[in-house]
């Protein structure tokens, strides 16, 4: 059963296709998909509940125009501005099956608590705070940061060995190197005062 | 106490509530209870609720509130689940009350503070008194505080997050003559099988076979021990009392 | 005033296991000692097997709170501000080895010729740049009597790898040649420490158990260890751990030639008009008393020894006792001995009892005893895989990515996990350095307005090197054993106060490079001697005690030797 969400907004379509392709391999087969969400607008601010001020629950998540190609996505939070070397992650998803068009708002915390209807196979990764779960926008204050939500259709299962980790961004890039056929991102800010 | 199960009137509550525990009661159920609206406890794993309140053990430092506070967090940093007691159980929450008195009264003012940053953010980031959130939303709002994300402390929320957590594994592992550890619950946990003034070849084996058997036994079972920091003046006032500063 | 007291023969500054060793030679032989002791006695009755008193309340070290109150500050270059840490040791009659791990190593025979055996074997560039190492003034033989001396009077168990030059695999195949065997069988071993054991001789090495300053049975009627699993910062309830409080002091105490005074705080070293060291000025009660002796002897410890001396200013000494030529202070150095590796197993490893010194040791990457030609460090690290765990520092294992540190999955992952990881002690050669040094601090005091000793220190590349050389060595020992997840801690940074001290009192041959001579006694000043590791030039990759020990009761043998010229 596919999951269901949102609506396009054109505006967004146009923005999430002229962003540079950065952190991808130059592959020609590598298509540009569009990345929206009810809450979430380009260039605006992330709404409190997705954030530590608010319930800091993750945000639903749209995509369109994956490649026939694709066997899962991968959804990162990105945050260019931190990190040693940046970016810092607030939230990584992988294996998600490609016959899903999104994520629900509020995916679980609770490792024992089932993926929703839809997303069999999807495993939350291990973020920046070393937790498998999103953790929203948390910027010191005065200054705001922007926060890339990132779409990945990947042509692959990425495999996992048994009693390790969920893996990393930087594991997963590392392990579908040659594998991307398509990306999209969604681009908010968020400050603190 | 979650708010994600139903609260279920099970017979066995409403039996006690009447005092009706004869055998007669429990097999003419049409005739003495109709009316009351009776649901079958839920699955098999959820404790079946008190009916009267079992009385409350005193705080001796901290205040009502921040004892509230205090032990509704201990219990999602080590909870109560298939896998045995908790913190609550273990009564962490009082080994931290009662070292706040004496050997960790430093932190006495990053306890204040901070349970009231905790609650203040509670509310103002997830609309309701921290006590009130589901055990998930706790788990969220502990989360922020572990990661600094929270805001309204003093310093990081992440510097008493740990505080807590530090003196919470204390509470939940340490020697009950400090007031936790209650009933060895933490030792049990970790397969941990009690203090020994000697461990023989004999012992290390059964140990490594797992046959050892906790002798749940506490330093000071063994008369030996000097106990040299028990306060001054009040050595008639705590004989007999498992506790120490 | 100073209430001056009756005239000794000897009187030494701290009773701890430097100065509590020395307190037995000098009294047997008929001198007159006092030894000034900052903090109290304590007994087995002290130490129960309490871990939230040993381990998160400072117990026994804050029976005494004096030493929190001069604890060093801590910077990693002059560049910086000196930040005051933790006091690593505690004033008692018996001081740190009353609760110390009490491991009990020689160094090897390098250990003491650093710089002539580099040279000869891979070049004299090879000497670290910045390095102020020097050869010691004496070699490993001329103190091997010594070492022999400390193992059966306080009673060292062990197994011996190299007796008159015949090799004993059961021991450290490595070691200098021993007269003996060790008075004592070693600790035992964990079914743990043999997997680890047949894992390293399957990789080619040559494993063997530690020595130790414990009983592995009866010796000299004072019980064998108990392996009750507290004995890490913790007394021994038995006294199985054999320091100097129920050793060599209360044997000097029955010669009725020495006298310990507790609560006694040293806090000038006075001297007499021909710049000899003429006693000690000590406050006992906020009381102050003026001992004078014809040989004073400084034991407390390697920030305090230099402290003393710094803070001991006269017209003969203007910068401090025996510091005309500005060495005291200097070639200090904090032994590398952090940077652990830790390992998960899929199985128990049955470390709920134990202790630290019980283990299995691997020597074969220690000092110079594997071929450095493609190496680009010198010296190297000693492994140890030990048995230490107790219930609230088992819950704060690393769980290795696979659970957060607290909540329901974190208990599931305790549950089955708290006695399945194991965590490596490597200690390595460290050397001394131009640029890490003590000196007084220029703002924080004690409480009697006293400055406190700055360190200024951090570790160099040879030292950072060694110290990742070791951890792929330890990694790949755990694995070999069947580890299923290993974690590295960070290898580099500052020298933090630590328990393996050294320097600042250096013995040498040269007097512009050394305050001390070859036998423990100050170069500018006769009658002065120096015990501890501060008179250590090098660390090996081994603890300081025995060595310390070792040169204690020499130096106490050169002063009755010589004293009609010393008194």
């Given at each position: 059963m596919k999951a269901h969400f949102g609506v396009c907004v054109a505006a967004l379509v146009l923005a999430a296709s002229t962003l540079p392709h950065r952190g991808?391999?130059?592959?020609?087969t590598s298509q540009a998909m569009t990345v929206t969400s009810p809450t979430l607008s380009a260039g605006q601010p992330v709404p409190r509940q997705h954030t530590p001020d608010g319930r800091n629950d993750s945000p639903a998540i749209a995509w369109a125009g994956v490649p026939a190609t694709a066997k899962t996505l991968m959804v990162f939070c990105e945050d260019p501005g931190v990190g040693n070397p940046p970016p810092f992650v607030h939230w990584v998803v992988y294996n998600i099956p490609a016959s899903a068009n999104g994520l629900p708002e509020a995916?679980?915390?609770?490792?024992?608590v089932a993926m929703p209807a839809g997303l069999v196979g999807t495993v939350q990764g291990t973020s920046g705070f070393r937790r498998p779960i999103y953790r929203g926008p948390a910027p010191p204050p005065g200054t705001p940061h922007s926060y890339h939500f990132v779409v990945y259709a990947v042509d692959m299962t990425v495999p996992q060995k048994p009693n390790t980790p969920p893996l990393t961004r930087a594991e997963l890039l590392d392990a579908t190197k040659g594998h991307v056929v398509g990306r999209g991102e969604l681009v908010a800010t968020y400050q603190r005062n | 106490m979650s708010d994600e199960q139903p609260r279920v009137i099970s017979r066995r509550d409403i039996l006690k509530r009447v005092g009706a525990v004869g055998a007669a009661a429990v097999t003419a159920p049409a005739t003495t209870l109709a009316g009351l609206a009776v649901a079958a406890p839920a699955a098999a794993a959820a404790p079946q609720p008190q009916a009267t309140a079992a009385p409350r053990e005193a705080f001796e430092n901290l205040t009502a509130v921040e004892a509230d506070l205090l032990e509704a967090i201990v219990e999602r940093l080590v909870p109560s689940d298939e896998h045995g007691p908790g913190a609550r159980e273990a009564r962490a929450a009082h080994y931290i009350d009662r070292a706040l008195g004496g050997a960790l009264a430093s932190s006495r003012q990053a306890y204040a503070q901070g349970l009231t940053a905790l609650e203040r953010y509670a509310t103002a980031s997830r609309g309701k008194s921290f006590l009130q959130l589901s055990h998930t939303d706790q788990d969220s709002v502990l989360i922020d505080l572990e990661t600094g994300a929270a805001t309204g402390f003093t310093g990081s929320s992440a510097q008493f997050f740990t505080l807590v957590l530090n003196h919470t594994r204390q509470g939940m592992f340490g020697d009950p003559y400090y007031g936790g550890n209650a009933n060895f619950v933490g030792w049990d946990l970790l397969g941990y099988p009690g203090i020994r003034t000697m461990v023989t070849p004999g012992d290390q084996k059964a140990l490594e076979a797992h046959t050892l058997t906790s002798n749940h036994k506490s330093a000071y079972d063994y008369e030996t021990f000097n106990k040299a920091t028990a306060r001054r003046g009040d050595a008639s006032a705590h004989e007999g009392l498992a506790h120490g500063d | 005033m100073a209430t001056r007291l009756k005239d000794t023969d000897v009187v030494i500054i701290g009773l701890g296991a430097a100065g509590g060793v020395a307190s037995l030679p000098l009294s047997l032989a008929g001198l007159e000692v006092i030894g000034l002791e900052a903090g109290g006695a304590m007994t087995r009755r002290d130490f129960a097997p309490d871990e939230i008193r040993n381990n998160y309340r400072q117990w026994p070290m804050l029976a005494s709170h004096k030493q929190a109150q001069e604890a060093p500050t801590v910077r990693a270059t002059a560049a910086q501000t000196a930040v005051q840490g933790g006091a690593p040791m505690m004033n008692a009659v018996g001081g740190t080895s009353l609760h110390y791990w009490a491991q009990h190593w020689r160094l090897n025979p390098w250990d003491f010729k650093v710089v002539s055996e580099t040279t000869r074997r891979y070049g004299a560039s090879r000497i670290p740049k910045g390095s102020t190492v020097e050869d010691w003034p004496f070699g490993y033989d001329e103190i091997e009597a010594y070492y022999d001396k400390i193992e059966y009077e306080l009673g060292v168990s062990g197994a011996a790898g190299n007796v008159n030059g015949k090799v004993d695999p059961r021991g450290n195949v490595f070691e200098g040649p021993r007269k003996r065997d060790y008075p004592m069988p070693p600790l035992r071993w964990t079914s743990f420490h043999e997997k680890m054991a047949g894992a390293a001789k399957q990789l080619g090495w040559k494993p063997f158990p530690g020595p130790a300053a414990i009983n592995s049975r009866t010796y000299q009627n004072r019980s064998g260890c108990m392996y009750h699993g507290f004995c890490n910062t913790g007394g021994c309830h038995v006294d199985a751990k054999n320091s100097t409080a129920v050793t060599t002091i209360p044997r000097a105490e029955k010669t009725g030639h020495f006298k310990a005074v507790t609560g006694a705080i040293a806090t000038t070293i006075d001297v007499d008009a021909q710049g000899r060291a003429s006693g000690v000025t000590y406050l006992q009660n906020g009381e102050e008393f003026f001992q004078p002796a014809k040989v004073v002897l400084l034991a407390s410890f390697a920030y305090e020894n230099t402290r003393l001396l710094l803070l001991s200013k006269s017209a003969a000494y203007p910068k401090g006792l025996s510091n005309n030529h500005g060495q005291?202070?200097?070639h200090y150095f904090s032994h590398h001995q952090g940077a652990p590796v830790t390992a998960l197993f899929p199985f128990d490893v049955g470390a709920w009892y134990g202790l630290p010194a019980q283990g299995v040791a691997i020597d074969?990457?220690?000092?110079?005893?594997?071929?450095?030609?493609?190496?680009?460090?010198?010296g190297g690290a000693n492994l140890w895989a030990m048995s230490d765990r107790r219930p609230i520092g088992a819950s704060s294992m690393n769980t290795f990515g696979l659970a957060p540190a607290w909540g329901s999955q974190w208990k599931a992952f305790i549950k089955q996990n708290a006695d399945r990881s194991h965590s490596s002690y490597i200690q390595k050669t460290t050397l001394p350095y131009e640029t890490n040094y003590l000196d007084l601090d220029p703002t924080v005091k004690d409480p009697l307005g006293r400055p406190v000793i700055r360190i200024t220190g951090e570790y160099k590349e040879n030292e950072r090197k060694i110290a990742e050389f070791s951890q792929d060595k330890m990694e790949e020992w755990y694995r070999a054993a069947g580890a299923t997840a290993v974690v590295r801690a960070p290898v580099g940074g500052a020298m933090t106060a630590a328990t393996h001290a050294y320097g600042g009192t250096r013995m040498g041959t040269n007097p512009e490079t050394n305050v001390l001579n070859q036998w423990g006694m100050s170069h500018e000043v006769p009658n002065l001697g120096v015990l501890g590791a501060s008179v250590m030039g090098t660390s090996g990759a081994r603890n300081p005690t025995h060595t310390a020990q070792a040169l204690a009761w020499r130096t106490a043998d050169h002063i009755i030797k010589e004293w009609k010229s010393l008194a």
């Amino acid at each position: 059963m596919k999951a269901h969400f949102g609506v396009c907004v054109a505006a967004l379509v146009l923005a999430a296709s002229t962003l540079p392709h950065r952190g991808l391999n130059a592959q020609s087969t590598s298509q540009a998909m569009t990345v929206t969400s009810p809450t979430l607008s380009a260039g605006q601010p992330v709404p409190r509940q997705h954030t530590p001020d608010g319930r800091n629950d993750s945000p639903a998540i749209a995509w369109a125009g994956v490649p026939a190609t694709a066997k899962t996505l991968m959804v990162f939070c990105e945050d260019p501005g931190v990190g040693n070397p940046p970016p810092f992650v607030h939230w990584v998803v992988y294996n998600i099956p490609a016959s899903a068009n999104g994520l629900p708002e509020a995916m679980p915390i609770d490792p024992s608590v089932a993926m929703p209807a839809g997303l069999v196979g999807t495993v939350q990764g291990t973020s920046g705070f070393r937790r498998p779960i999103y953790r929203g926008p948390a910027p010191p204050p005065g200054t705001p940061h922007s926060y890339h939500f990132v779409v990945y259709a990947v042509d692959m299962t990425v495999p996992q060995k048994p009693n390790t980790p969920p893996l990393t961004r930087a594991e997963l890039l590392d392990a579908t190197k040659g594998h991307v056929v398509g990306r999209g991102e969604l681009v908010a800010t968020y400050q603190r005062n | 106490m979650s708010d994600e199960q139903p609260r279920v009137i099970s017979r066995r509550d409403i039996l006690k509530r009447v005092g009706a525990v004869g055998a007669a009661a429990v097999t003419a159920p049409a005739t003495t209870l109709a009316g009351l609206a009776v649901a079958a406890p839920a699955a098999a794993a959820a404790p079946q609720p008190q009916a009267t309140a079992a009385p409350r053990e005193a705080f001796e430092n901290l205040t009502a509130v921040e004892a509230d506070l205090l032990e509704a967090i201990v219990e999602r940093l080590v909870p109560s689940d298939e896998h045995g007691p908790g913190a609550r159980e273990a009564r962490a929450a009082h080994y931290i009350d009662r070292a706040l008195g004496g050997a960790l009264a430093s932190s006495r003012q990053a306890y204040a503070q901070g349970l009231t940053a905790l609650e203040r953010y509670a509310t103002a980031s997830r609309g309701k008194s921290f006590l009130q959130l589901s055990h998930t939303d706790q788990d969220s709002v502990l989360i922020d505080l572990e990661t600094g994300a929270a805001t309204g402390f003093t310093g990081s929320s992440a510097q008493f997050f740990t505080l807590v957590l530090n003196h919470t594994r204390q509470g939940m592992f340490g020697d009950p003559y400090y007031g936790g550890n209650a009933n060895f619950v933490g030792w049990d946990l970790l397969g941990y099988p009690g203090i020994r003034t000697m461990v023989t070849p004999g012992d290390q084996k059964a140990l490594e076979a797992h046959t050892l058997t906790s002798n749940h036994k506490s330093a000071y079972d063994y008369e030996t021990f000097n106990k040299a920091t028990a306060r001054r003046g009040d050595a008639s006032a705590h004989e007999g009392l498992a506790h120490g500063d | 005033m100073a209430t001056r007291l009756k005239d000794t023969d000897v009187v030494i500054i701290g009773l701890g296991a430097a100065g509590g060793v020395a307190s037995l030679p000098l009294s047997l032989a008929g001198l007159e000692v006092i030894g000034l002791e900052a903090g109290g006695a304590m007994t087995r009755r002290d130490f129960a097997p309490d871990e939230i008193r040993n381990n998160y309340r400072q117990w026994p070290m804050l029976a005494s709170h004096k030493q929190a109150q001069e604890a060093p500050t801590v910077r990693a270059t002059a560049a910086q501000t000196a930040v005051q840490g933790g006091a690593p040791m505690m004033n008692a009659v018996g001081g740190t080895s009353l609760h110390y791990w009490a491991q009990h190593w020689r160094l090897n025979p390098w250990d003491f010729k650093v710089v002539s055996e580099t040279t000869r074997r891979y070049g004299a560039s090879r000497i670290p740049k910045g390095s102020t190492v020097e050869d010691w003034p004496f070699g490993y033989d001329e103190i091997e009597a010594y070492y022999d001396k400390i193992e059966y009077e306080l009673g060292v168990s062990g197994a011996a790898g190299n007796v008159n030059g015949k090799v004993d695999p059961r021991g450290n195949v490595f070691e200098g040649p021993r007269k003996r065997d060790y008075p004592m069988p070693p600790l035992r071993w964990t079914s743990f420490h043999e997997k680890m054991a047949g894992a390293a001789k399957q990789l080619g090495w040559k494993p063997f158990p530690g020595p130790a300053a414990i009983n592995s049975r009866t010796y000299q009627n004072r019980s064998g260890c108990m392996y009750h699993g507290f004995c890490n910062t913790g007394g021994c309830h038995v006294d199985a751990k054999n320091s100097t409080a129920v050793t060599t002091i209360p044997r000097a105490e029955k010669t009725g030639h020495f006298k310990a005074v507790t609560g006694a705080i040293a806090t000038t070293i006075d001297v007499d008009a021909q710049g000899r060291a003429s006693g000690v000025t000590y406050l006992q009660n906020g009381e102050e008393f003026f001992q004078p002796a014809k040989v004073v002897l400084l034991a407390s410890f390697a920030y305090e020894n230099t402290r003393l001396l710094l803070l001991s200013k006269s017209a003969a000494y203007p910068k401090g006792l025996s510091n005309n030529h500005g060495q005291v202070g200097r070639h200090y150095f904090s032994h590398h001995q952090g940077a652990p590796v830790t390992a998960l197993f899929p199985f128990d490893v049955g470390a709920w009892y134990g202790l630290p010194a019980q283990g299995v040791a691997i020597d074969d990457w220690a000092d110079d005893n594997f071929d450095h030609a493609k190496y680009d460090f010198i010296g190297g690290a000693n492994l140890w895989a030990m048995s230490d765990r107790r219930p609230i520092g088992a819950s704060s294992m690393n769980t290795f990515g696979l659970a957060p540190a607290w909540g329901s999955q974190w208990k599931a992952f305790i549950k089955q996990n708290a006695d399945r990881s194991h965590s490596s002690y490597i200690q390595k050669t460290t050397l001394p350095y131009e640029t890490n040094y003590l000196d007084l601090d220029p703002t924080v005091k004690d409480p009697l307005g006293r400055p406190v000793i700055r360190i200024t220190g951090e570790y160099k590349e040879n030292e950072r090197k060694i110290a990742e050389f070791s951890q792929d060595k330890m990694e790949e020992w755990y694995r070999a054993a069947g580890a299923t997840a290993v974690v590295r801690a960070p290898v580099g940074g500052a020298m933090t106060a630590a328990t393996h001290a050294y320097g600042g009192t250096r013995m040498g041959t040269n007097p512009e490079t050394n305050v001390l001579n070859q036998w423990g006694m100050s170069h500018e000043v006769p009658n002065l001697g120096v015990l501890g590791a501060s008179v250590m030039g090098t660390s090996g990759a081994r603890n300081p005690t025995h060595t310390a020990q070792a040169l204690a009761w020499r130096t106490a043998d050169h002063i009755i030797k010589e004293w009609k010229s010393l008194a």
